[in-house]
Protein backbone atom coordinates (compact mmCIF):
# COMPACT_ATOMS: atom_id res chain seq x y z
CA UNK A 1 0.00 0.00 0.00
CA UNK A 2 1.33 2.84 -1.01
CA UNK A 3 2.64 5.91 1.92
CA UNK A 4 0.22 8.80 2.21
CA UNK A 5 2.49 11.11 0.80
CA UNK A 6 3.28 9.11 -1.79
CA UNK A 7 2.65 9.88 -5.96
CA UNK A 8 1.62 6.55 -6.35
CA UNK A 9 -1.33 7.05 -3.51
CA UNK A 10 -1.98 9.47 -6.79
CA UNK A 11 -2.24 7.09 -9.59
CA UNK A 12 -4.53 4.36 -8.85
CA UNK A 13 -6.57 3.34 -11.88
CA UNK A 14 -10.67 2.96 -12.03
CA UNK A 15 -12.12 0.52 -14.49
CA UNK A 16 -13.14 1.60 -17.73
CA UNK A 17 -16.74 2.36 -17.13
CA UNK A 18 -16.08 4.37 -13.79
CA UNK A 19 -13.83 6.19 -15.68
CA UNK A 20 -16.07 7.49 -18.13
CA UNK A 21 -18.45 8.65 -15.68
CA UNK A 22 -15.64 10.49 -13.66
CA UNK A 23 -14.56 11.83 -16.78
CA UNK A 24 -18.43 12.89 -18.02
CA UNK A 25 -18.80 14.69 -14.63
CA UNK A 26 -15.38 16.42 -14.35
CA UNK A 27 -15.73 17.86 -18.30
CA UNK A 28 -19.07 18.95 -17.42
CA UNK A 29 -18.05 21.02 -14.79
CA UNK A 30 -14.93 22.51 -16.82
CA UNK A 31 -17.45 23.11 -19.59
CA UNK A 32 -20.33 24.98 -17.43
CA UNK A 33 -17.75 26.61 -14.97
CA UNK A 34 -15.84 28.35 -18.03
CA UNK A 35 -18.94 29.65 -19.76
CA UNK A 36 -19.23 31.51 -16.22
CA UNK A 37 -15.85 32.86 -16.05
CA UNK A 38 -16.05 34.04 -19.78
CA UNK A 39 -19.95 35.55 -18.75
CA UNK A 40 -18.51 37.07 -15.08
CA UNK A 41 -15.59 38.34 -16.69
CA UNK A 42 -16.77 40.46 -19.45
CA UNK A 43 -19.10 41.91 -17.13
CA UNK A 44 -15.91 43.09 -14.92
CA UNK A 45 -14.15 44.05 -17.67
CA UNK A 46 -17.77 46.40 -18.79
CA UNK A 47 -17.72 47.29 -15.34
CA UNK A 48 -13.63 48.63 -15.62
CA UNK A 49 -14.65 50.83 -18.98
CA UNK A 50 -17.26 52.65 -16.75
CA UNK A 51 -14.19 53.91 -15.21
CA UNK A 52 -12.63 55.06 -17.62
CA UNK A 53 -15.96 56.08 -19.47
CA UNK A 54 -18.95 57.08 -17.03
CA UNK A 55 -21.23 57.41 -19.69
CA UNK A 56 -21.07 53.89 -20.82
CA UNK A 57 -24.75 52.15 -20.60
CA UNK A 58 -26.22 53.90 -18.30
CA UNK A 59 -29.84 51.88 -18.03
CA UNK A 60 -30.24 50.72 -14.89
CA UNK A 61 -30.04 46.61 -16.04
CA UNK A 62 -26.24 47.84 -16.78
CA UNK A 63 -25.61 50.50 -13.97
CA UNK A 64 -22.22 50.09 -11.78
CA UNK A 65 -24.17 48.63 -8.70
CA UNK A 66 -25.87 45.86 -10.27
CA UNK A 67 -23.13 44.64 -12.82
CA UNK A 68 -20.56 44.80 -9.81
CA UNK A 69 -22.33 42.29 -7.52
CA UNK A 70 -23.14 40.11 -10.78
CA UNK A 71 -19.01 40.06 -11.52
CA UNK A 72 -18.31 39.37 -7.80
CA UNK A 73 -20.91 36.95 -7.13
CA UNK A 74 -20.45 35.00 -10.54
CA UNK A 75 -16.83 34.71 -10.35
CA UNK A 76 -17.21 33.64 -6.68
CA UNK A 77 -20.22 30.95 -6.92
CA UNK A 78 -20.64 29.83 -10.24
CA UNK A 79 -16.83 29.88 -11.88
CA UNK A 80 -14.18 29.82 -9.04
CA UNK A 81 -16.86 27.60 -7.08
CA UNK A 82 -18.03 25.35 -10.26
CA UNK A 83 -14.85 24.62 -11.45
CA UNK A 84 -13.35 23.58 -7.59
CA UNK A 85 -15.94 21.46 -7.15
CA UNK A 86 -15.16 19.57 -9.94
CA UNK A 87 -11.71 19.71 -9.23
CA UNK A 88 -12.30 18.29 -5.86
CA UNK A 89 -15.15 15.46 -7.35
CA UNK A 90 -11.94 13.72 -9.63
CA UNK A 91 -9.36 14.34 -7.07
CA UNK A 92 -11.57 12.69 -4.42
CA UNK A 93 -12.02 9.67 -6.71
CA UNK A 94 -8.56 9.54 -8.12
CA UNK A 95 -6.66 10.18 -5.19
CA UNK A 96 -8.79 7.42 -3.34
CA UNK A 97 -8.62 4.71 -6.12
CA UNK A 98 -12.06 4.73 -6.04
CA UNK A 99 -14.95 5.49 -8.32
CA UNK A 100 -17.38 8.09 -7.60
CA UNK A 101 -20.04 7.83 -5.08
CA UNK A 102 -22.70 9.17 -7.00
CA UNK A 103 -23.12 10.34 -10.85
CA UNK A 104 -26.38 11.46 -10.12
CA UNK A 105 -25.74 13.77 -7.21
CA UNK A 106 -23.03 15.25 -9.13
CA UNK A 107 -25.29 16.66 -11.58
CA UNK A 108 -27.78 17.85 -8.60
CA UNK A 109 -24.77 19.32 -7.50
CA UNK A 110 -24.03 21.19 -10.32
CA UNK A 111 -27.56 21.97 -10.99
CA UNK A 112 -28.15 23.88 -7.71
CA UNK A 113 -24.74 25.40 -8.30
CA UNK A 114 -25.87 26.79 -12.03
CA UNK A 115 -29.64 27.11 -10.59
CA UNK A 116 -28.58 29.56 -7.86
CA UNK A 117 -26.28 31.36 -10.39
CA UNK A 118 -28.64 31.98 -12.68
CA UNK A 119 -30.90 33.46 -10.22
CA UNK A 120 -29.18 35.12 -8.36
CA UNK A 121 -27.81 37.07 -11.52
CA UNK A 122 -31.07 37.91 -12.81
CA UNK A 123 -32.43 38.74 -9.14
CA UNK A 124 -29.63 41.03 -8.97
CA UNK A 125 -29.81 42.85 -12.50
CA UNK A 126 -33.55 43.17 -11.27
CA UNK A 127 -32.17 45.86 -8.40
CA UNK A 128 -32.98 42.46 -5.89
CA UNK A 129 -29.99 42.73 -3.81
CA UNK A 130 -29.60 41.83 0.19
CA UNK A 131 -26.75 44.63 -0.22
CA UNK A 132 -24.21 42.69 1.77
CA UNK A 133 -21.27 41.86 0.12
CA UNK A 134 -20.58 38.53 -1.23
CA UNK A 135 -23.92 37.56 -0.09
CA UNK A 136 -26.07 40.27 -2.30
CA UNK A 137 -27.90 37.27 -3.82
CA UNK A 138 -31.42 36.73 -1.84
CA UNK A 139 -31.52 34.66 0.98
CA UNK A 140 -33.60 31.90 -0.44
CA UNK A 141 -30.70 31.81 -3.62
CA UNK A 142 -27.83 31.95 -0.96
CA UNK A 143 -30.20 28.20 0.55
CA UNK A 144 -29.80 26.47 -3.18
CA UNK A 145 -26.31 27.53 -3.16
CA UNK A 146 -25.98 25.85 0.70
CA UNK A 147 -27.52 22.95 -1.21
CA UNK A 148 -25.61 22.52 -3.94
CA UNK A 149 -23.00 22.37 -1.45
CA UNK A 150 -23.74 19.81 1.30
CA UNK A 151 -24.80 17.59 -1.82
CA UNK A 152 -20.79 18.12 -2.99
CA UNK A 153 -19.89 17.20 0.25
CA UNK A 154 -21.83 14.29 0.40
CA UNK A 155 -20.27 13.20 -2.88
CA UNK A 156 -17.03 13.73 -1.70
CA UNK A 157 -16.70 12.25 1.95
CA UNK A 158 -18.44 8.96 0.43
CA UNK A 159 -16.15 8.74 -2.26
CA UNK A 160 -13.10 9.13 -0.21
CA UNK A 161 -14.79 6.81 2.46
CA UNK A 162 -14.60 3.85 -0.09
CA UNK A 163 -10.57 4.35 -0.77
CA UNK A 164 -8.42 1.77 -1.26
CA UNK A 165 -5.83 2.62 1.10
CA UNK A 166 -5.87 3.90 5.15
CA UNK A 167 -4.76 7.06 4.90
CA UNK A 168 -7.07 10.12 3.33
CA UNK A 169 -4.71 12.00 1.18
CA UNK A 170 -4.10 15.15 2.05
CA UNK A 171 -5.82 17.43 -0.78
CA UNK A 172 -9.16 16.15 0.41
CA UNK A 173 -8.09 17.25 4.07
CA UNK A 174 -8.40 20.39 2.53
CA UNK A 175 -11.30 20.12 0.01
CA UNK A 176 -13.77 18.30 2.16
CA UNK A 177 -12.99 20.55 5.33
CA UNK A 178 -13.52 23.76 3.14
CA UNK A 179 -16.50 22.32 1.99
CA UNK A 180 -17.62 21.88 5.48
CA UNK A 181 -16.72 24.80 6.90
CA UNK A 182 -18.68 26.86 3.93
CA UNK A 183 -21.89 25.18 4.77
CA UNK A 184 -21.68 26.67 8.49
CA UNK A 185 -20.69 30.09 7.29
CA UNK A 186 -23.51 29.89 4.51
CA UNK A 187 -26.10 29.31 7.14
CA UNK A 188 -24.77 31.34 9.93
CA UNK A 189 -24.91 34.16 7.53
CA UNK A 190 -28.70 33.51 6.65
CA UNK A 191 -29.72 33.73 10.08
CA UNK A 192 -32.12 35.84 10.65
CA UNK A 193 -31.03 37.79 14.18
CA UNK A 194 -27.67 38.66 12.56
CA UNK A 195 -29.42 40.87 9.71
CA UNK A 196 -29.18 44.20 11.27
CA UNK A 197 -26.74 46.60 13.67
CA UNK A 198 -23.27 45.40 15.49
CA UNK A 199 -24.11 41.64 15.01
CA UNK A 200 -24.87 41.90 11.19
CA UNK A 201 -21.51 44.05 10.88
CA UNK A 202 -19.82 40.96 12.88
CA UNK A 203 -21.42 38.57 10.79
CA UNK A 204 -20.71 40.23 7.37
CA UNK A 205 -16.84 40.27 8.56
CA UNK A 206 -17.18 36.74 9.57
CA UNK A 207 -19.07 35.61 6.21
CA UNK A 208 -16.25 37.84 3.65
CA UNK A 209 -13.55 36.59 5.14
CA UNK A 210 -14.21 33.34 5.11
CA UNK A 211 -15.72 32.83 2.09
CA UNK A 212 -11.96 33.14 0.81
CA UNK A 213 -10.24 31.53 3.27
CA UNK A 214 -12.43 28.94 4.25
CA UNK A 215 -14.12 27.93 1.18
CA UNK A 216 -11.85 29.31 -2.15
CA UNK A 217 -8.11 28.73 -0.15
CA UNK A 218 -8.70 25.42 1.01
CA UNK A 219 -10.00 23.91 -2.20
CA UNK A 220 -7.67 25.43 -4.61
CA UNK A 221 -4.83 24.53 -1.87
CA UNK A 222 -5.66 21.29 -1.90
CA UNK A 223 -5.69 20.89 -5.95
CA UNK A 224 -1.79 22.26 -5.79
CA UNK A 225 -1.28 19.23 -3.33
CA UNK A 226 -2.53 16.80 -5.91
CA UNK A 227 -1.78 18.93 -9.23
CA UNK A 228 1.72 19.64 -8.36
CA UNK A 229 3.05 16.03 -7.11
CA UNK A 230 1.17 15.00 -10.64
CA UNK A 231 2.66 17.12 -13.02
CA UNK A 232 6.21 16.83 -11.40
CA UNK A 233 5.76 13.04 -11.15
CA UNK A 234 7.02 13.19 -7.40
CA UNK A 235 5.49 13.75 -4.14
CA UNK A 236 4.75 16.55 -2.50
CA UNK A 237 7.86 17.46 -0.02
CA UNK A 238 6.58 17.24 3.45
CA UNK A 239 3.01 15.66 4.11
CA UNK A 240 3.18 16.46 7.72
CA UNK A 241 4.05 20.27 6.71
CA UNK A 242 0.69 20.07 4.68
CA UNK A 243 -1.21 18.87 7.54
CA UNK A 244 0.49 21.40 10.34
CA UNK A 245 -0.67 23.80 7.50
CA UNK A 246 -4.25 22.57 7.25
CA UNK A 247 -4.92 22.78 11.24
CA UNK A 248 -3.02 26.73 11.74
CA UNK A 249 -5.15 27.77 8.74
CA UNK A 250 -8.36 26.41 10.53
CA UNK A 251 -6.61 27.75 14.27
CA UNK A 252 -6.31 31.85 12.48
CA UNK A 253 -8.51 32.26 9.77
CA UNK A 254 -12.23 32.28 11.26
CA UNK A 255 -11.30 35.08 13.98
CA UNK A 256 -9.46 37.43 11.05
CA UNK A 257 -12.79 38.99 9.45
CA UNK A 258 -13.38 42.30 11.56
CA UNK A 259 -10.01 43.22 10.01
CA UNK A 260 -12.38 44.10 6.90
CA UNK A 261 -14.10 46.83 9.38
CA UNK A 262 -11.00 48.30 11.48
CA UNK A 263 -12.05 51.65 13.72
CA UNK A 264 -15.79 50.49 13.32
CA UNK A 265 -17.52 50.13 16.49
CA UNK A 266 -16.87 46.54 17.10
CA UNK A 267 -15.37 45.70 20.01
CA UNK A 268 -11.27 47.14 20.11
CA UNK A 269 -10.58 44.16 21.44
CA UNK A 270 -12.25 41.68 18.79
CA UNK A 271 -10.75 44.21 15.90
CA UNK A 272 -7.17 43.97 18.06
CA UNK A 273 -7.40 40.06 17.76
CA UNK A 274 -8.31 40.02 13.89
CA UNK A 275 -4.89 41.93 13.22
CA UNK A 276 -2.71 39.94 15.47
CA UNK A 277 -4.38 36.53 14.31
CA UNK A 278 -4.13 37.88 10.69
CA UNK A 279 -0.36 38.35 11.21
CA UNK A 280 -0.53 34.47 12.88
CA UNK A 281 -1.71 33.73 9.29
CA UNK A 282 1.92 34.14 8.22
CA UNK A 283 2.39 30.37 9.45
CA UNK A 284 0.24 28.26 7.50
CA UNK A 285 0.61 30.46 4.26
CA UNK A 286 4.90 30.36 4.54
CA UNK A 287 4.14 26.20 5.50
CA UNK A 288 2.15 25.83 2.58
CA UNK A 289 4.21 27.71 -0.05
CA UNK A 290 7.50 26.28 1.18
CA UNK A 291 6.02 22.72 0.90
CA UNK A 292 4.83 23.12 -2.60
CA UNK A 293 8.43 25.71 -3.24
CA UNK A 294 10.39 22.59 -2.26
CA UNK A 295 8.36 20.03 -4.06
CA UNK A 296 9.58 21.73 -7.14
CA UNK A 297 12.93 22.09 -6.35
CA UNK A 298 15.28 20.67 -8.81
CA UNK A 299 12.91 19.90 -11.24
CA UNK A 300 12.69 23.62 -12.82
CA UNK A 301 12.90 22.52 -16.42
CA UNK A 302 9.40 20.97 -15.91
CA UNK A 303 7.35 24.31 -15.26
CA UNK A 304 8.13 25.77 -18.71
CA UNK A 305 5.72 24.39 -21.40
CA UNK A 306 3.71 22.49 -18.47
CA UNK A 307 0.85 23.19 -16.80
CA UNK A 308 3.02 23.50 -13.22
CA UNK A 309 3.70 27.37 -14.92
CA UNK A 310 0.09 28.00 -14.07
CA UNK A 311 0.56 26.31 -10.55
CA UNK A 312 4.06 28.32 -9.41
CA UNK A 313 2.38 31.40 -10.46
CA UNK A 314 -0.80 30.60 -8.12
CA UNK A 315 1.68 29.52 -5.61
CA UNK A 316 3.22 32.63 -5.63
CA UNK A 317 -0.19 34.52 -5.99
CA UNK A 318 -0.81 32.93 -2.25
CA UNK A 319 1.97 33.70 -1.14
CA UNK A 320 2.55 37.59 -2.01
CA UNK A 321 -1.43 37.98 -1.93
CA UNK A 322 -1.27 36.67 1.55
CA UNK A 323 1.09 38.53 3.00
CA UNK A 324 -0.26 41.56 1.26
CA UNK A 325 -2.98 41.04 3.20
CA UNK A 326 -1.26 40.63 6.77
CA UNK A 327 0.68 44.02 5.96
CA UNK A 328 -2.60 45.42 5.24
CA UNK A 329 -4.36 44.47 8.25
CA UNK A 330 -2.67 46.86 10.17
CA UNK A 331 -4.23 49.84 11.48
CA UNK A 332 -1.58 52.38 10.31
CA UNK A 333 -2.13 51.03 6.88
CA UNK A 334 -6.33 50.26 6.78
CA UNK A 335 -5.83 54.13 7.54
CA UNK A 336 -4.69 54.80 4.70
CA UNK A 337 -5.62 52.02 2.43
CA UNK A 338 -9.16 51.45 3.47
CA UNK A 339 -11.98 52.06 0.69
CA UNK A 340 -9.49 52.74 -1.80
CA UNK A 341 -8.67 51.33 -4.62
CA UNK A 342 -5.89 48.88 -3.36
CA UNK A 343 -8.25 46.87 -1.77
CA UNK A 344 -9.49 45.71 -5.28
CA UNK A 345 -5.78 45.19 -6.19
CA UNK A 346 -5.64 42.73 -3.57
CA UNK A 347 -8.69 40.93 -3.90
CA UNK A 348 -7.78 40.23 -7.82
CA UNK A 349 -3.60 39.39 -6.55
CA UNK A 350 -5.76 36.89 -4.51
CA UNK A 351 -8.68 35.75 -6.38
CA UNK A 352 -7.00 35.85 -9.81
CA UNK A 353 -3.24 35.42 -9.30
CA UNK A 354 -4.03 32.82 -6.63
CA UNK A 355 -7.39 30.97 -6.69
CA UNK A 356 -8.20 31.35 -10.99
CA UNK A 357 -4.21 30.19 -11.57
CA UNK A 358 -4.72 27.25 -9.23
CA UNK A 359 -7.94 26.36 -10.98
CA UNK A 360 -6.05 26.79 -14.24
CA UNK A 361 -3.20 24.32 -13.08
CA UNK A 362 -5.43 21.85 -12.63
CA UNK A 363 -7.31 22.23 -14.83
CA UNK A 364 -4.85 21.61 -17.56
CA UNK A 365 -2.65 19.10 -15.83
CA UNK A 366 -5.77 16.62 -14.88
CA UNK A 367 -8.33 17.14 -17.64
CA UNK A 368 -5.77 15.48 -20.52
CA UNK A 369 -5.21 12.63 -18.47
CA UNK A 370 -8.96 12.30 -17.87
CA UNK A 371 -10.10 12.87 -21.31
CA UNK A 372 -6.86 11.10 -23.33
CA UNK A 373 -6.92 15.32 -25.43
CA UNK A 374 -4.62 17.72 -24.77
CA UNK A 375 -4.42 21.38 -25.62
CA UNK A 376 -2.09 23.13 -27.83
CA UNK A 377 1.05 24.19 -26.13
CA UNK A 378 1.42 27.62 -27.95
CA UNK A 379 -2.59 28.12 -27.14
CA UNK A 380 -1.96 27.46 -23.16
CA UNK A 381 1.42 29.85 -23.35
CA UNK A 382 -0.81 32.59 -24.61
CA UNK A 383 -3.53 32.10 -22.21
CA UNK A 384 -0.78 31.89 -19.69
CA UNK A 385 0.99 35.13 -19.87
CA UNK A 386 -2.51 37.14 -21.00
CA UNK A 387 -3.57 36.32 -18.05
CA UNK A 388 -0.28 36.99 -15.82
CA UNK A 389 0.79 40.27 -17.47
CA UNK A 390 -3.01 41.55 -17.51
CA UNK A 391 -3.81 40.79 -13.74
CA UNK A 392 -0.02 42.43 -13.36
CA UNK A 393 -0.91 45.88 -14.94
CA UNK A 394 -4.44 45.33 -12.89
CA UNK A 395 -2.91 44.86 -9.70
CA UNK A 396 0.34 47.74 -10.29
CA UNK A 397 -2.76 50.16 -11.44
CA UNK A 398 -4.80 49.61 -8.46
CA UNK A 399 -2.22 49.83 -5.45
CA UNK A 400 -0.97 53.04 -7.14
CA UNK A 401 -4.14 54.38 -7.95
CA UNK A 402 -5.62 53.09 -4.49
CA UNK A 403 -2.62 54.68 -1.85
CA UNK A 404 -3.01 58.11 -3.99
CA UNK A 405 -6.28 57.63 -3.06
CA UNK A 406 -6.00 57.09 0.50
CA UNK A 407 -3.08 59.88 0.64
CA UNK A 408 -5.05 62.43 -0.70
CA UNK A 409 -7.70 61.76 1.88
CA UNK A 410 -5.52 61.96 4.38
CA UNK A 411 -4.48 65.17 3.48
CA UNK A 412 -8.37 66.52 3.87
CA UNK A 413 -8.04 67.33 -0.05
CA UNK A 414 -11.57 67.78 -1.77
CA UNK A 415 -12.77 63.84 -3.18
CA UNK A 416 -12.95 65.26 -7.08
CA UNK A 417 -9.07 65.43 -6.51
CA UNK A 418 -8.98 61.90 -5.70
CA UNK A 419 -11.08 61.00 -7.99
CA UNK A 420 -8.83 63.21 -11.13
CA UNK A 421 -5.77 61.44 -10.09
CA UNK A 422 -7.02 58.03 -10.20
CA UNK A 423 -7.94 58.01 -13.65
CA UNK A 424 -5.11 57.26 -15.51
CA UNK A 425 -4.73 54.10 -13.56
CA UNK A 426 -8.24 53.14 -14.39
CA UNK A 427 -7.66 52.97 -17.70
CA UNK A 428 -4.78 51.15 -17.08
CA UNK A 429 -6.70 48.73 -15.20
CA UNK A 430 -9.03 48.11 -18.47
CA UNK A 431 -6.23 47.70 -20.16
CA UNK A 432 -5.20 44.83 -17.81
CA UNK A 433 -8.75 43.44 -17.64
CA UNK A 434 -8.65 43.20 -21.35
CA UNK A 435 -5.60 41.01 -21.49
CA UNK A 436 -6.91 39.04 -19.01
CA UNK A 437 -10.18 38.79 -20.50
CA UNK A 438 -8.81 38.12 -23.98
CA UNK A 439 -7.03 35.13 -22.14
CA UNK A 440 -10.23 33.55 -21.07
CA UNK A 441 -11.50 33.31 -24.99
CA UNK A 442 -7.75 31.22 -24.95
CA UNK A 443 -8.90 29.00 -22.55
CA UNK A 444 -12.20 28.78 -23.73
CA UNK A 445 -10.84 27.34 -26.88
CA UNK A 446 -8.56 25.04 -24.55
CA UNK A 447 -10.98 23.54 -22.52
CA UNK A 448 -13.09 22.24 -25.85
CA UNK A 449 -9.83 21.12 -27.25
CA UNK A 450 -9.91 19.20 -23.94
CA UNK A 451 -12.97 17.58 -23.76
CA UNK A 452 -13.68 17.57 -27.65
CA UNK A 453 -10.59 17.68 -29.54
CA UNK A 454 -8.47 14.84 -30.64
CA UNK A 455 -6.41 12.65 -29.00
CA UNK A 456 -2.61 12.52 -29.21
CA UNK A 457 -3.16 8.86 -30.90
CA UNK A 458 -5.80 10.33 -33.42
CA UNK A 459 -3.04 13.45 -34.19
CA UNK A 460 -0.24 10.98 -35.02
CA UNK A 461 -2.37 8.99 -37.48
CA UNK A 462 -3.54 12.14 -39.27
CA UNK A 463 -0.12 13.69 -39.44
CA UNK A 464 0.96 11.34 -42.22
CA UNK A 465 -1.91 12.30 -44.57
CA UNK A 466 -0.96 15.66 -43.81
CA UNK A 467 2.72 15.32 -44.66
CA UNK A 468 1.36 13.31 -48.20
CA UNK A 469 -1.06 15.69 -49.10
C1 LIG B 1 -11.20 40.21 -17.07
C2 LIG B 1 -11.00 40.02 -15.80
C3 LIG B 1 -11.57 40.90 -14.72
C4 LIG B 1 -11.88 42.23 -14.75
C5 LIG B 1 -11.71 43.19 -15.89
C6 LIG B 1 -12.39 42.58 -13.45
C7 LIG B 1 -12.84 43.84 -13.10
C8 LIG B 1 -13.38 44.20 -11.89
C9 LIG B 1 -13.92 45.50 -11.55
C10 LIG B 1 -13.96 46.69 -12.49
C11 LIG B 1 -14.34 45.47 -10.28
C12 LIG B 1 -14.99 46.62 -9.50
C13 LIG B 1 -13.96 47.30 -8.69
C14 LIG B 1 -14.40 48.52 -7.95
O1 LIG B 1 -15.51 48.59 -7.44
O2 LIG B 1 -13.59 49.45 -7.88
C15 LIG B 1 -14.06 44.15 -9.78
C16 LIG B 1 -14.30 43.73 -8.49
C17 LIG B 1 -14.03 42.47 -8.05
N1 LIG B 1 -13.61 41.38 -8.82
FE1 LIG B 1 -13.00 41.41 -10.71
N2 LIG B 1 -12.37 41.49 -12.65
C18 LIG B 1 -11.90 40.42 -13.39
C19 LIG B 1 -11.76 39.12 -12.98
C20 LIG B 1 -12.11 38.65 -11.72
C21 LIG B 1 -12.05 37.28 -11.30
C22 LIG B 1 -11.68 36.08 -12.20
C23 LIG B 1 -12.41 37.27 -9.98
C24 LIG B 1 -12.53 36.12 -9.03
C25 LIG B 1 -12.24 34.88 -9.28
C26 LIG B 1 -12.70 38.63 -9.58
C27 LIG B 1 -13.10 39.04 -8.32
C28 LIG B 1 -13.47 40.30 -7.97
C29 LIG B 1 -13.75 40.72 -6.61
C30 LIG B 1 -13.67 39.85 -5.36
C31 LIG B 1 -14.10 42.07 -6.66
C32 LIG B 1 -14.47 42.98 -5.48
C33 LIG B 1 -13.23 43.72 -5.07
C34 LIG B 1 -13.32 44.50 -3.79
O3 LIG B 1 -14.39 45.00 -3.44
O4 LIG B 1 -12.30 44.62 -3.12
N3 LIG B 1 -12.52 39.44 -10.67
N4 LIG B 1 -13.49 43.38 -10.79
C1 LIG C 1 -2.93 36.03 5.44
C2 LIG C 1 -3.93 36.11 4.65
C3 LIG C 1 -4.72 37.36 4.38
C4 LIG C 1 -4.88 38.50 5.11
C5 LIG C 1 -4.27 38.81 6.47
C6 LIG C 1 -5.75 39.37 4.38
C7 LIG C 1 -6.13 40.63 4.79
C8 LIG C 1 -7.08 41.43 4.18
C9 LIG C 1 -7.52 42.72 4.65
C10 LIG C 1 -6.95 43.45 5.85
C11 LIG C 1 -8.50 43.14 3.84
C12 LIG C 1 -9.36 44.37 4.03
C13 LIG C 1 -8.95 45.50 3.25
C14 LIG C 1 -9.85 46.68 3.51
O1 LIG C 1 -11.07 46.57 3.67
O2 LIG C 1 -9.29 47.75 3.54
C15 LIG C 1 -8.69 42.12 2.83
C16 LIG C 1 -9.62 42.17 1.80
C17 LIG C 1 -9.85 41.14 0.94
N1 LIG C 1 -9.17 39.94 0.85
FE1 LIG C 1 -7.60 39.38 1.97
N2 LIG C 1 -6.12 38.76 3.22
C18 LIG C 1 -5.52 37.53 3.19
C19 LIG C 1 -5.64 36.57 2.21
C20 LIG C 1 -6.60 36.59 1.23
C21 LIG C 1 -6.86 35.51 0.31
C22 LIG C 1 -6.05 34.21 0.25
C23 LIG C 1 -7.91 35.88 -0.46
C24 LIG C 1 -8.58 35.14 -1.57
C25 LIG C 1 -8.56 33.85 -1.72
C26 LIG C 1 -8.32 37.21 -0.03
C27 LIG C 1 -9.35 37.95 -0.57
C28 LIG C 1 -9.73 39.21 -0.15
C29 LIG C 1 -10.82 39.93 -0.74
C30 LIG C 1 -11.72 39.47 -1.90
C31 LIG C 1 -10.90 41.16 -0.06
C32 LIG C 1 -11.85 42.30 -0.37
C33 LIG C 1 -12.93 42.35 0.60
C34 LIG C 1 -13.80 43.56 0.35
O3 LIG C 1 -14.46 43.59 -0.67
O4 LIG C 1 -13.78 44.48 1.17
N3 LIG C 1 -7.50 37.62 0.98
N4 LIG C 1 -7.81 41.08 3.06
Not at 74 to 91: D, H, K, M, N, R
Not at 183 to 208: D, K
Not at 235 to 247: N, R, V
Not at 276 to 290: H, I, K, Q, R
Amino acid sequence: MPAAGDSAALRTPLDAADDRILTRVFAAYMVSATAWLLFTTAVGLLVSFKFAYPDLGTAPALSFGRLRAIHTNGTFYAWASQALVGLALYIAARSSGTRLYSERLAWVTLALLNVAAVAGTVALDLGLSNAQEYREWPWWIRCILGAGLATAAWNMIATVATRDSEDIYLSNWYTIGGTLWTIIIVLVALMPWYQHGLGQVAVQAFFMHNAVGLWFTPLALGVFYYALPKTLSRPIYSYSLGIFAFWTNLVFYPIIGAHHFEFSPLPWWLQTTAIVFSVAMLVPVLAGSANFLLTLHGRYERIQRSPAIFIVFGVFGYLLGSMQGTVEAFRSLQQLWHLTNYTVGHSHMTMYAFISFAIWGGVYALLPRATGKYPDNLAMGIHFWLSAVGVAIYVIALSAAGTIQGLVWLRGLPFIQSVVDAAPYWLWRAVGGTLMFLGHIVFAVNVWAMIFGRTRSDRSAAAPAVAAA
